[in-house]
Every structure is written in C-alpha cells, then in structure tokens.
C-alpha cells in the first residue's frame, strides 16, 4: 500500500508553532484560540492588517525547521514503513517558499533521518500525485486531477464540517480507522 502522509499538522504542529510565536511577539494582538478555529487558513480568520504579521512569523527563517513534533506522528510513519507499506511525507510549499522548502528537508531529516528525505514529495497539486491514501489535515484537496488515494481527514476543528471521509482524531486512532 502507498500511504501519503502530510507534514504540517499532521506531522509537525506548524499550528501550535504559529500560536506560540504569536502570542510571544504580539501578547497585546487577538488570535483566534485553535479550538475555535473554523478556516483551514489562520489568516482568513484573523483581521485583515494581521496578515503580514502572520506570514513574517511563518516564512521567518528556522521556523518549519524547529517545529515540534505530533505526538505520535513520526513513530505511526516507522511502523508503516516496517509493515511492509511505501510511505512518502506529501506536503505543499507554501508560496513564500525561500525558507520552506529547504526547512522542510530538514526537519524530516531531524525527525526521521536522511534516507526519509528520499520520500519527501513537495508538490502544491496532491491530485497529481499516486498513492492508496492520503492522511492529511485540510478539510478538500482539489487540483487538476481526480485523486486515486482515498483522503483520511487527520482532526482539526476547521475541519469538523467534514463527515464523508474517514477521520483520525491524533495517531492513537490509527488502528481504528486504518484497521493496521
């Protein structure tokens, strides 16, 4: 079986990060708590003069890099891998990619070691790409083709709207809902 997996906020808690630095550089600013988050996008929850602020925080450099860990997430990868399954990290660059990309590859590699690095796919078009399933935190995943993976919603709260897929509330659930 080919299992994709996403890396940000599936893997890695770019989410937490984000709220962490936020509430560091800008005590005195709103952000909307993660619990009550409604939008797969931050910025489109938050107000409109916020949005530089929020991209200077993600697109700073070491800041994909030094992102911890989801419980669970990097131990789930390895046992899929030692069951026999090709497992690939399918994540999309963000659009302000100069740190991202390579900060990416580096994180895998820290958390997973460099032959994981070799199963990093970086593509803003999931549709495109070959697998049996992919587990992934954004609540619809479009692009130029009808995806052949069947799409395995990891929980978040904006994407709760969602009741026709499959759903993993954390890694705890995974023998439940992948049934290995």
């Known amino acids: 079986m080919i299992i994709l997996v996403d890396m940000d906020d599936v893997l890695a808690d770019f ?3 984000m709220y962490r630095r936020w509430k560091e550089k800008h005590p005195d600013k709103f952000i909307v708590p993660p619990s009550e988050r409604t939008k797969f996008y931050l910025r489109e929850e938050m107000p409109e003069e916020y949005g ?7 697109s700073s450099p070491g800041f994909v890099e030094n992102l911890p860990e989801i419980p669970g997430g990097i131990d789930a990868v390895k046992e899929f891998s030692d069951l026999g399954h090709q497992v690939f990290i399918c994540t999309s660059p963000l659009i302000l990619y ?32 070959k697998g049996d399933i992919l ?6 995943i479009t692009g130029s083709k009808t995806p052949e993976w069947e799409h395995i919603i990891f929980d978040r709260s904006y994407n709760r709207y969602v009741k026709d897929k499959k759903r993993m509330s954390g890694w705890k659930s995974k023998q439940e809902v992948l049934g290995f």
């Open 52 to 58: 530089d602020l929020i991209k200077e925080i993600y």
């Open 135 to 140: 587990i992934d935190d954004k609540p619809e």
């Open 15 to 17: 989410d937490g990060e």
């Open 98 to 129: 100069r740190n991202n990309v390579l900060e990416k590859y580096l994180w895998v590699e820290k958390h997973l070691g460099t032959e994981w690095t070799q199963r990093l796919i970086l593509t803003r078009d999931k549709t495109l790409i």
